[in-house]
């Protein structure tokens, strides 16, 4: 059974439709507005019919619609989303604005032509997003709280305990052996500098500003020494040119570092590392040529069977990558790992 089009009463049909469907001529006269724009907006179709559409409209977007639906009007496209540009909303009845998605069509009907605008309310969905992305962040900085936690009792709070021991049985050791003593203090000197540098690296965590607020030298410096202090390595610093970097690269550069850095302390039984900065001239518009370089003497690693989400390879690239720069790692088994980072031509 089929049934002819006259035998659609579509007026009807859109009735029982939820959403808002307002029809409107090209002078935008509402013409129909069905009980689903009663319903979202507030007014009965007695009160808006005849009126300018721009009673529907928060002031501020009244001229701006204007233009888009006059474009729209004047082009062959048939039908269009109207959120595809701007965001969309609506005006309540009692002058609320809400959040709106919608669709426009143009029909020609008796050689007049006519628009047809339907619109949902999406004022609860968008809540609900609002809700899980502030979930969202707040588990993000519950992890990140969890991290430093960890990060603070593996390394700066093992680190006090090894000086207080050693504080604690120095005046015996000097007593009967000055030699000791000697050697003991100034074991007890390079364990405060490194728990000063762990403590400062942590506070870069949480004031993530100051990454693009400090000089990358300096930064590399401290990183290196918050290294020695969790994990006993040397790690050499070496610093050419003070070009003036922008802060995204800064950032990344330094967030690479620490990654390599990381790897070399947790995965390459090293005795020493070496991290080098060179920096060219810069003129302003970009940041000059750069090259970091970090490289440690520890077992390598065969790069055909390690997979890179298990040594950060995957991070260190999609940081290099965000900066334009180009990321290389050379690694063999019983060689050692140096991991290169060049921006600039």
């Known amino acids: 059974m ?3 089009p006259a035998a659609l009463n579509l007026a009807d049909l859109f009735h029982v439709i939820v959403d808002a469907v307002i029809a409107f001529d090209g002078e935008q006269r509402i013409l129909f507005f069905n009980k689903g724009a009663e319903a979202i ?15 529907l409209l928060p002031d501020r977007f009244v001229a701006i619609h204007r233009r888009h639906f006059e474009e729209f009007a004047a082009s062959p496209v048939a039908s269009r989303p109207m959120s595809e540009r701007r965001p969309i909303y609506g005006r309540h009845k009692d002058g609320r604005e809400f959040p709106a998605e919608a669709a426009i069509a143009k029909l020609d009907r008796d050689g007049e032509r006519l628009f047809v605008v339907i619109m949902r309310d999406i004022t609860q969905r968008q809540r609900a997003e609002d809700e899980l992305r502030v979930q969202a962040q707040q588990a993000a900085v519950a992890a990140e709280r969890s991290r430093l936690a960890r990060d603070l009792h593996d390394a700066v709070t ?7 021991v050693i504080a604690d049985v120095l005046p015996r050791i000097w007593e009967r052996n000055p030699e000791e003593g000697r050697r003991r203090l100034n074991e007890l000197r390079q364990l ?5 540098a762990e403590m400062r690296t942590l506070l870069l965590e949480l004031r993530p500003s100051a990454l693009m607020e400090a000089n990358l030298g300096d930064l590399l410096r401290q990183l290196a020494a918050s290294i020695n202090s ?3 390595i040397e790690v050499d610093v070496q610093i050419e040119g003070n070009a003036e970097l922008s802060p995204d690269v800064k950032v990344s550069l330094y967030r690479i570092a620490q990654e390599a850095l990381n790897n070399v302390a947790k995965h390459s039984n ?6 080098a900065l060179s920096t060219g001239p810069s003129n302003g518009a970009s940041n000059g040529q750069v090259r970091l370089v970090i490289s440690d003497d520890g077992c390598g690693f065969d790069a055909k069977l390690s997979k890179p989400t298990h ?10 990558a965000a900066i334009g720069a180009r990321l290389t790692i050379h690694s063999e088994v019983g060689a050692g790992t140096t991991v290169q980072v060049e921006l600039g031509d």
Request: charged share 20%.
């Open 192 to 196: 405060s500098r490194g728990a000063l």
């Open 41 to 55: 907006f507030g007014y009965t179709a007695e009160e808006v019919l005849g009126q300018p559409l721009d009673i």
């Open 270 to 275: 090293a005795v020493h590392a070496r991290v």
């Open 311 to 320: 040594i950060g390879l995957d991070i260190m690239n999609e940081r290099a």
């Open 158 to 164: 093992q680190t006090l305990f090894s000086v207080s």
């Open 230 to 232: 969790r994990s006993g």
């Open 2 to 4: 089929t049934l002819s």
